[in-house]
């Protein structure tokens, strides 16, 4: 049977590392590319570079194996039967989408492709990006397939979901769809073919839709804890032995890499028009603000030294892109005394121990829900939106 060769371009990060990694694994001849010297450098001596359950020791052993390698050089990918690349659409800081970047940076892979690669794209792209791909490609090497495979993975677990969850190939040449479904069936159970418009969308609209039903958990939260009522408990009660609404999620700072930018990428395609979207991000980035104006109500805030416990963006992970704790300890910079922050996997000059913020701080918030914070002892009030410590919010 003759082993497949596959780089993947922008394969030290969240979302390429784990993919190689497992591509390896399963017997599949794989480098990983990356411009990031320092962590190539880390990955090549068997360490992860972020926080990825299970991921370590399938590191350890592709790299004794010899199926795995990661380098800075691009002229690796000459060598692939599949380049996959894991560059998405930007977001600018005007929060808009840059739907050129991606192809910006296929132009930087141009010396390196040739006619019979498969080219997959792997991130999230703006609508039609695949397409305008595809033609870019097509006029600078002739014979390179692009098609479009999204990730849609959950942060820190995603050497698990690669092998349960099926894979959608957006692909107009069939040739092209089966080669693809070929080489992520030595991973996933099945594939699910689409157009690469139907994929790309597919993609966006998962994000949205989260986004959208966290927008709604939080916009209920808001809603009754002015009332005086317990969200949780109202939630529990919805919730039980009735299936239509088991899914009614808990409130929470809905943040991290993709779920903003993704809304904001389908807002800008409907020309802004996307109601739902843009009443989500009102709703989710405003909860940060929510909260401050209740402690203002509650306590003498800006006497107060406020502790935030966590600053990842989710539970249980070392990743704090987008996450909303940094914007609420902006806000308490302004209106509380001062301001201090712990979490035991984000690594922050500015952190301090978790003994610290619970030795100084007057009140407490919990800006991620680590399973660390659940069970400890804290004299403090606590701000427990989540209701990880099944406390009340006390705002």
């Given at each position: 049977v003759k082993r497949m060769r596959t780089v993947v371009v922008g394969g030290g990060g969240h979302v390429g590392l784990p993919l190689a990694l497992a591509l390896a694994d399963a017997g599949v001849p794989t480098a990983a590319y990356d411009i990031n010297a320092a962590v190539v450098d880390l990955v090549s001596t068997g360490v992860m570079p972020f926080t990825e359950e299970c991921a370590e020791p399938v590191l350890?052993?592709?790299?004794?194996?010899?199926?795995?390698?990661?380098?800075?050089?691009?002229?690796?990918?000459?060598?692939?039967?599949?380049?996959?690349?894991?560059?998405?659409?930007?977001?600018?800081?005007?929060?808009?989408?840059?739907?050129?970047?991606?192809?910006?940076?296929?132009?930087?892979?141009?010396?390196?492709?040739?006619?019979?690669?498969?080219?997959?794209?792997?991130?999230?792209?703006?609508?039609?990006?695949?397409?305008?791909?595809?033609?870019?490609?097509?006029?600078?090497?002739?014979?390179?397939?692009?098609?479009?495979?999204?990730?849609r993975l959950a942060q820190g677990k995603a050497m698990t979901e690669l092998h349960v969850l099926p894979q959608i190939v957006g692909a107009d040449d069939d040739e092209a769809a089966a080669r693809a479904e070929k080489l992520f069936m030595?991973?996933?159970p099945?594939?699910?073919?689409?157009?690469?418009?139907?994929?790309?969308?597919?993609?966006?609209?998962?994000?949205?839709?989260?986004?959208?039903?966290?927008?709604?958990?939080?916009?209920?939260?808001?809603?009754?804890?002015?009332?005086?009522?317990?969200?949780?408990?109202?939630?529990?009660?919805?919730?039980?032995?009735?299936?239509?609404?088991?899914?009614?999620?808990?409130?929470g700072f809905a943040a991290g890499p993709c779920l903003l930018k993704d809304t904001l990428q389908l807002a800008a395609f409907e020309d802004n028009?996307?109601?739902?979207?843009?009443a989500s991000m009102t709703v989710n980035e405003g909860l940060p603000l929510y909260l401050v104006r209740r402690m203002q109500n509650t306590f003498d805030l800006e006497n107060l030294t406020v502790g935030i416990l966590g600053m990842a963006f989710k539970a249980e992970t070392d990743d704090n892109?987008?996450?909303?704790?940094?914007?609420?300890?902006?806000?308490?910079?302004f209106k509380?005394?001062?301001?201090?922050?712990?979490?035991?996997?984000?690594?922050?000059?500015?952190?301090?121990?978790?003994?610290?913020?619970?030795?100084?701080?007057?009140?407490?918030?919990?800006?991620?829900?680590?399973?660390?914070?659940?069970?400890?002892?804290?004299k403090q009030p606590v701000i427990d939106i989540w209701n990880l410590r099944n406390s009340g919010v006390l705002i």
């Open positions: 350890k052993r592709v790299l004794a194996s010899g199926d795995f390698t990661i380098t800075t050089d691009p002229s690796v990918v000459a060598g692939a039967e599949f380049v996959i690349v894991v560059i998405g659409t930007p977001i600018d800081e005007h929060q808009n989408p840059n739907p050129r970047a991606v192809i910006d940076a296929i132009e930087d892979l141009i010396p390196y492709l040739k006619a019979g690669q498969l080219l997959v794209m792997r991130s999230t792209v703006y609508p039609g990006v695949t397409r305008s791909v595809g033609e870019h490609v097509a006029k600078r090497v002739p014979g390179v397939s692009v098609v479009f495979c999204p990730e030595r991973l996933c099945s594939v699910v073919r689409t157009t690469p418009e139907e994929a790309e969308l597919a993609k966006l609209f998962t994000n949205a839709w989260r986004y959208i039903k966290f927008a709604a958990a939080n916009q209920f939260f808001m809603m009754a804890t002015d009332a005086g009522v317990d969200y949780e408990n109202v939630r529990a009660a919805i919730a039980q032995d009735y299936p239509r609404a088991s899914d009614i999620p808990g409130a028009q996307f109601a739902l979207g843009n892109r987008s996450s909303l704790a940094y914007k609420l300890r902006r806000i308490l910079e509380s005394g001062d301001v201090i922050a712990t979490d035991p996997f984000v690594n922050d000059d500015r952190l301090v121990s978790l003994e610290q913020v619970l030795s100084n701080a007057d009140v407490l918030v919990i800006g991620a829900p680590h399973a660390a914070y659940r069970d400890i002892e804290i």
